[in-house]
């Protein structure tokens, strides 16, 4: 059985940093992009960023782009999401899941699958 979970989310100052995970679970990201994506209060799911694990290549969405970092820890089959300069408009649900489709698509999360039950951030004093 195929599983994801994303997991580091918290309460987090303004200015501040946090670091989402994203294990997988019966599927090796091998293959795979996975992308995270997120969810705030009467909004639909955005795209954050993807990072496609076998030959690299990494997307981010503008809002993100030089303050987030995905990086991966290949023996634990993990994806990371490091988040620096948090605003509160960064404040989601952050989920992450898992695609094949070419790099043009990546932003559409329609094309993904195998969600994670998704790990809240608040960003807020």
């Known amino acids: 059985q195929v599983q994801l979970a994303e997991s580091g989310g918290g309460l987090v100052q303004p200015g501040g940093s946090q670091r989402l995970s994203c294990a997988a679970s019966?599927?090796?990201?091998?293959?795979?992009?996975v992308g995270w994506f997120r969810q705030a209060p009467g909004a639909e799911r955005e795209f954050v960023a993807a990072?496609?694990?076998?030959?690299?290549?990494?997307a981010y969405a503008d809002s993100v782009k030089g303050r987030f970092t995905v990086s991966r820890d290949i023996n634990k089959n993990t994806l990371y999401l490091q988040m620096s300069s948090l605003k509160p408009e960064d404040t989601a649900i952050y989920y992450c899941?898992?695609?094949?489709?070419?790099?043009?698509?990546?932003?559409?999360?329609?094309?993904?699958?195998?969600w994670g039950q998704g790990t809240q951030v608040t960003v807020s004093s």
């Open positions: 899941g898992v695609t094949k489709v070419v790099r043009s698509s990546w932003s559409d999360q329609l094309h993904y699958y195998y």
């Open positions: 019966g599927l090796s990201f091998s293959g795979y992009t």
């Open positions: 990072f496609r694990w076998s030959g690299g290549g990494t």
